[in-house]
């Protein structure tokens, strides 16, 4: 939610801002602005409602303003409506103190009162004006550094931040603090910077590093110094990051979904190969080893929206295979339940940013219990990778469209390797059906390819709907966790009204929407429960439902009910999710795509939910 960028160095800063900005609008995208220190030294700023084009337009693509110095901002608003008003950067009245940030301020209220007793004015509705004027009156009040101003700052903010600051006494200079929001600090020969997300900075450079809460960083040209709340200053290691700079580009796809949805094939690939050794799962790399596995008592899941999804999934395929009790939970009511947790238990944190504000705190809320932690993360380095006991980092690669297609395949992935680990190990399973359920896995990227090279017919399915007022999704057991998923596609990035249900939960009430041509699709992979879930579409049917049915080759029979058909590929019945979940990525793309819609930045919607 909301990303910023910060450069200094010898070249134009506002062309690498706008540029880094430009990787980082999934992040948000309802204003921008950036402020940039010119040759004269002093701080210009520039904003824009709407896209970043606008701004891209207002400063002719940054080319309109010189200086080698400077913070960038793209927003999804929390505090205020999207309006130039609002957007960032902010400043203190002086110009002397110029921030952006990402996060909320929780007691912004409180410090707004004190900053108006002190005779400050406000000219926006952010908490990050708030923040800004914050450490201007620490900055002026004790006529110390930036460090001891920040400083005095971070002690009376409550709530979440990434802040990048910059003086106007200290040319040449950002400052950056955080708490729990992602920042990344880059260094390149001579010039430093700063940017939620490595996309931003991949072009640049890989050399990055990890801020720490509740620390500052003073970027100067090619050089970051960190520095903790007693202002003393703290050593770190620079890490490199592996993901190439192609990875952050469309390559050729008119959109960053459809490219991520045919990545999919070696996202899986890397991410089993990752834990595969001479045709054995090895766990070593996540630091679990036998002793830990045997004694686990049982699972937690915590995870949110989609990562949500792959735990209802993981549930069935853990409890089916490795036999021990799992719980899933959506990581916003895990943390404020008061979860009675099993000494013994292991808590599984699903979240392809490593940032989500809920499992993050979930993820704190079990450690303050603890409770082993295990965090099944993408981005490298990312506050939940760093603050779990152990990582499984799923090999997704950099997923930039808000939809999430290719992390949720790696996760899934990754949730099988541990199920069918855990089993083995535990002796649940023999040595024959582990190595047979190690092979199907090896299947996945082939039948995964195979289902996206028929995407066509998906394609023309999925243009007659787009007038669609509601859909529902419906099927039994892991059919019903792939509904789930396969619904939250749908409806945000179609803005078409859909829900997900357990096929047999439909006679409790929901029945009574099914009117006249409503599309219901059924998802029937699951050989024990194809005649029940036909039977409950047969029932929709008669109501005048319009149905389609996703299931595997040989179930022909569905062809006397269902309207529209789509095969995919058999596989173990506790995989099926990896490939039955692509013909509705699909049809959500193809859906959005045939209404006009912009596929990779859904309205309201932000990739990375670092607030609650
Ligand atoms: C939906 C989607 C979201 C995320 C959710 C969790 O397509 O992408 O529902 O799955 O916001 O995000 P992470 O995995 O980053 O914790």
């Known amino acids: 939610m909301c990303g910023i960028v910060g450069y200094t160095g010898e070249r134009q800063a506002a062309v690498i801002l706008l540029e880094g900005l430009s990787k980082l609008e999934y992040r948000g995208y ?4 950036v402020a940039v220190r010119d040759n004269d030294g002093k701080i210009e700023v520039v904003k824009a409602k709407g896209r ?15 200086g080698t110095c400077g913070i960038g901002h793209t927003r999804w608003a929390t505090h205020g409506e999207p309006s130039e008003g609002n957007a960032h950067p902010h400043h203190s009245d002086d110009l002397s103190v110029v921030a952006v940030h990402n996060g909320i301020i929780e007691n912004y209220q409180e410090l707004k009162d004190k900053l108006i007793r002190k005779g400050y004015q406000f000219y926006s509705e952010t908490d990050t004006e708030i923040a800004v004027k914050l450490i201007d009156y620490y900055y002026k009040k004790y006529l110390g550094t930036p460090v001891d101003a920040i400083n005095h700052a971070m002690v009376r903010i409550r709530g979440s931040y990434a802040l990048a600051v910059m003086f106007e006494e200290y040319p040449g200079e950002i400052y950056a603090a955080r708490k729990d929001s992602p920042m990344i600090l880059g260094v390149g020969e001579g ?37 903790n709340l007693d202002g003393d200053q703290v050593e770190k290691e620079a890490t490199e990051i592996q993901w190439d700079a192609e990875a952050a580009e469309k390559a050729g796809y008119e959109h960053f979904m459809m490219k991520e949805i045919h990545e999919q094939p070696k996202a899986v690939s890397d991410t089993l190969r990752s834990v595969l050794r001479d045709g054995r799962i090895d766990l070593s790399d996540v630091g679990l080893t036998e002793e830990d596995i045997k ?38 009511e895990f943390r404020y339940r008061r979860p009675l947790l099993d000494p013994s238990g292991l ?34 380095g990312s506050s939940i990778a760093r603050e779990a006991d152990n990582v499984f980092y799923t090999l997704a690669g950099p997923e930039i469209a808000v ?21 083995k190990v535990r002796g649940e399973i023999d040595d024959e059906d582990y190595t047979g359920l190690i092979t199907e896995l090896e299947t996945l990227p082939d039948k995964i390819g195979k289902i996206i090279e028929d995407k066509e017919r998906i394609q023309w399915f999925a243009s007659k709907q787009a007038a669609a007022k509601d859909i529902f999704f419906i099927g039994r057991g892991i059919d019903y966790a792939i509904t789930l998923e396969g619904s939250l596609k749908m409806k945000e990035i179609s803005y078409i009204h859909s829900e997900a249900y357990a096929a047999g939960e439909l006679k409790h009430g929901t029945i009574s929407l099914i009117e006249d041509g409503t599309l219901v699709i059924g998802v029937l992979t699951q050989q024990d429960l194809y005649e029940k879930t036909v039977s409950n579409m047969v029932e929709c049917k008669s109501r005048g439902a319009y149905l389609m049915g996703l ?8 062809e006397d009910t269902a309207d529209f058909v789509v095969y995919v590929p058999k596989t173990d019945v506790h995989f099926s999710v990896s490939l039955a979940v692509i013909p509705l990525q699909l049809m959500a793309y193809y859906v959005s795509l045939a209404k006009g819609l912009d596929v990779d930045k859904p309205r309201n919607l932000a990739k990375s939910v670092t607030v609650e």
């Open 30 to 33: 309802d204003s921008a602005g």
């Open 52 to 66: 970043l084009s606008v701004l891209e337009e207002k400063t002719n693509g940054g080319q309109a303003l010189s």
């Open 191 to 227: 010039e430093c910077y700063l940017a939620s997300d490595v996309p931003a900075i991949l072009k640049y450079t890989r050399n990055v590093y990890y801020i720490g809460n509740m620390e500052i960083g003073r970027l100067g040209k090619g050089q970051v110094t960190f520095y």
């Open 295 to 332: 004694e686990i008592s049982r699972i937690y899941i915590v995870a949110c929206g989609s990562a949500y999804h792959v735990g209802v999934a993981a549930q069935y395929v853990i409890e089916d295979l490795a036999k021990i009790p799992v719980r899933v939970e959506l990581a916003s």
């Open 347 to 380: 808590v599984i944190v699903i979240s392809q940013s490593g940032e989500t504000a809920d499992s993050l705190a979930a993820l704190r809320e079990a450690k303050e219990k603890g409770i082993k932690t295990l965090g099944i993360v993408n981005v490298v």
């Open 403 to 423: 939809a999430t297609t290719k992390a949720y395949s790696t996760q899934l992935i990754a949730c099988y390797a541990l199920a069918i680990q855990f089993a």
């Open 551 to 558: 299931t595997t080759y040989g179930n022909y029979s569905i």
